[in-house]
């Protein structure tokens, strides 16, 4: 290109109008300018926008929407004022056609393979009030008055109140509302970040959508709390759990848990299994479409009665305790102890004798495993979402199984890490997206891979 005649590329600040044309992956709008491209989040295809440039790169920048000029003609009223859900605006079909050409984008252009059959997308049965966990940010408003709800998008000290989260029951909201009045009426502030002053940190509210049954974990700074008058107050939780959390960052993990009142497990039914989930275990947020989730995953492990199973990543054991009763063995391996305790406590509550878990990190127990179990038949992984390191997949490709089950929540980690798979002999047969997460950008989907033969 003729450098003296090329537009100059946009600068921090600069104010332009921009015609949106597609969607990325994490959610943006991708508009271009001169043919350089900007990510405007909020927006969507069809959108023309008066945007101000936050960073510029030298491929790509940032910008924000200063007037939405004229919407696009598939834009549609939103329902809530709800930074959890930015995709309200486009039309659910539309949301699971994006959904499944991203996947079908990230596999063919990240990972440059093809030749995989890309099934339909599985819809969601809820499209609102889907999420059986919520976690809540404590803040205050500009009287400051305690509100609870989530961070304004791009404004971290905002809170954003919410009398109805809709992507939460009426009964979680209704717990969530007797925290916040009683931390009220107790004159409790929120913790400041910046300053370390203040006590409330987080409200984590989480729901047995089979079993009905609610968990409500209040997370503060250290200090002191009148618990007696909290389990009193809170009378719709059926385990009510305090965490003193003395770390500088915006987290719920960790920090010293005590059990207030009622249960410390909650209590779930996906298929057949009767689950029990502590506070600090994860369990996929949207159970009736974990169980299509993991329906699908059995579907291409296609488990024969010798198999012996891997289930990497295991959690709390779900996915390999539904494979357990087709299979020989099962062995999960899963980092945090309390999920792995709640693994052994599932298979034992619903006898299944030939399952066993182990706490320890993929990275360096897996060589350990393989010595204890030997060579799998069928090897599930299911990583978070920054998927498996090239060491972790080439220690997959050393346990040799003939399939592999990949459910992935990031199609553009899988993608590399698939296209390392079959650059290791294995096929990538085919992948189904699975949408949990509707009016969000985010996917789920599960892959199957087999070891080609010789
Ligand atoms: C996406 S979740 C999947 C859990 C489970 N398969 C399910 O469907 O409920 C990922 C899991 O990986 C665990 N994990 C994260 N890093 C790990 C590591 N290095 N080794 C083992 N487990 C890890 C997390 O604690 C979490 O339970």
Known sequence: MDQTTATPRPRRGDELTVMVDSLAHGGAGVARHDGYVLFVPGTVPGDRARVQVGKSKRAYGEARVVELVEPSPDRIAPLADHPGAPWQVMPYAMQLEVKSAQVEDALRRIGHLDGFELEPIVPALEQWRYRNKLEYSFGADASGRLVCGFHAPGRWEEIIELQDCLLASEAGNAAREQVVAWCRAQGLTAYDRRTGEGFLRNLVVREGRRSGELQVRLVTAPGKLDTESLAAAVTLADGLLW???????????????????????????????????????????????????????????????????????????????????????????????????????????????????????????????????GRPDVLVVDPPRAGLSQKVVRRIIETSPKRIVYVSCNPTTLAPNAAQLVAAGYELVRVRPVDMFPQTPHIECVAQLVRRSG
């Open 243 to 373: 965490t003193q959390q003395a770390s500088a960052g915006e987290t719920t993990a960790g920090g010293e848990t005590e059990l207030v009142a009622g249960a410390e497990r909650l209590r779930e039914r996906i298929g057949p299994l009767e689950l029990e989930i502590s506070a600090q275990a994860f369990f996929q947020t949207n159970t009736e479409m974990a169980e299509q989730l993991y329906e699908l995953a059995v579907a291409y492990a296609e488990l024969g009665p010798f198999d012996r199973v891997y289930d990497l990543y295991c959690g709390i054991g779900t996915i390999g305790l539904l494979m357990a009763p087709r299979a020989a063995q099962l062995w999960g391996l899963e980092i945090v102890e309390d999920a792995v305790a709640d693994a052994i406590a599932t298979a034992r509550r619903n006898e299944i004798g030939n399952a066993r878990f182990f706490a320890g990190d993929v990275r360096l127990a897996l060589r350990e495993l393989q010595e204890r179990a």
